[in-house]
C-alpha cells in the first residue's frame, strides 16, 4: 500500500500529538541493593522507582532488586559501575579502602557539635550529598545520585556501661568500618569481625562484649535480647550511596534523565536521611522499654573521647594527604556548611 504525501502529513503530526508515555523509548532499569525486602530502604527505591516512571512517562522504568539478587554487599558498587545493573544502593565500608576521601567523614566528631551532639541524618545526608563534585573521582563511571550519612551510634554492650576512654580497654567489640576499628584499638580494645546476623548470639555467649552499633539496626537484629547498656557518642558515621551507572543515565531519553535528576541531590538525601531519623528514633524507644539502659555521652564526656580518638584522626587526614587529596578543604566545607545549619 503506497503512503500518499497528504498521508504521511497526517501520520507525522498524530504522532507528535501522542502523549509523551506514547513516543518515549522506555528504559528499562535495573536497581540492585543489599538490604532484606521489608527494610524502609526498599520500600524507599520502590516508591522512588515509581514516581520516576510517573515523572518520565514511561521513559525511565526502574525494576528493583533487593536482598542481594544480584550479588552480594560489597559487590554492589561494581554491580553497577560495570553495568551489571544500572543503579545500586551501596555502603562503602562494606568495601574497606575503595573510597578513602568518603570514608574521611568518618573523622572522630566531624559531624557533631563542641559539645557532641551529633548533627541529625537528614542534615548530615544533604551535606554529603551537596560534596558529590569533590567525591567524584571515587566514584568514576557511576552518577552518585544522593547520599546518606548516618549520624546516630554508640557502644552496645552486654554488661559494661561505657562513660570513659579508659573502660573500654581490654574489650572485643564489633566495628562497623576499617575507620571504627583504628577507634577501638586507640581506645585500647579489640575489633572483631562478625556479621549482624550473629551478633546478639555472639554478644549473649561473651564471643565479644559489645558492638558499634545503632538503635535501628538494633532492633532490627534484636540485640535486646543481649546487650543491657548503650552509651551513643557521634564519634564516626555510616556513609550509604545511590549511585548510577554513567552510560546508563547517558543513554536514557530526555524525560528519564530529567526525571531521575528532578527527583535525587540534596533535597532527596535529606528526606530519606529523614527516615532514618525517625527509624533511630523509634529503634531507641524499643531498646528503652525493653530495659535496656541508655546514656548520652556529651559535653565532657564527649570531649574525653574525642581528646583520645585525636591520633586516629590526625593519621587518617595525614594519609589522606600523602595520597594527595584535599582533606582540608573538604574539612573545611563540611564545617562551613554545619555552620549554617
Known sequence: MRLTRRGFVAATAATLAMPAIGRAQAGKLKLS??????????????????????????????????????GPPPRQYDLARTG?????????????????????????????????????????SRIATSLKDRTAAEFQGTELLYAVVTTSGGWFMRDKLIQTPDDMKGLRVRPT????????????ASPATIPPTELADAIAKGVVDG?????????????????????????SVGYFALVMNSDSLAGLPEEGRRAIAETTGPDAAARVGGLYDAAEGAGRTFMEEADVEVIDLRGDAANAFRAALQPVADKQIADLKAAGHDIDGLIAEIKAKMAEL
Open 177 to 188: 568500618s576499617a575507620a571504627a576499628a583504628a577507634q577501638i584499638v586507640a581506645l585500647g
Open 84 to 124: 551489571v545493573s544500572d543503579l545500586s544502593f551501596i555502603f562503602t565500608a562494606l568495601t574497606p579502602g575503595r573510597f578513602p576521601l568518603v570514608d574521611a567523614l568518618s573523622i572522630p566528631f566531624l559531624f557533631a557539635d563542641e559539645d557532641g551532639n551529633p548533627v541529625t541524618t537528614a542534615q548530615a
Open 33 to 70: 541493593h543489599y538490604l532484606p525486602p521489608q527494610h524502609q530502604i526498599n520500600a524507599e527505591l520502590m516508591r522512588w522507582a515509581d514516581e520516576v516512571r510517573e515523572k518520565s512517562g514511561g521513559a525511565a522504568d526502574i525494576e528493583v532488586f533487593p536482598a542481594g539478587q544480584m
Open 211 to 235: 558492638a558499634i552499633f545503632n538503635f535501628e539496626g538494633g532492633k532490627a537484629f534484636q540485640l535486646q535480647q543481649s546487650v543491657t547498656k548503650v552509651s551513643t557518642l557521634a564519634n
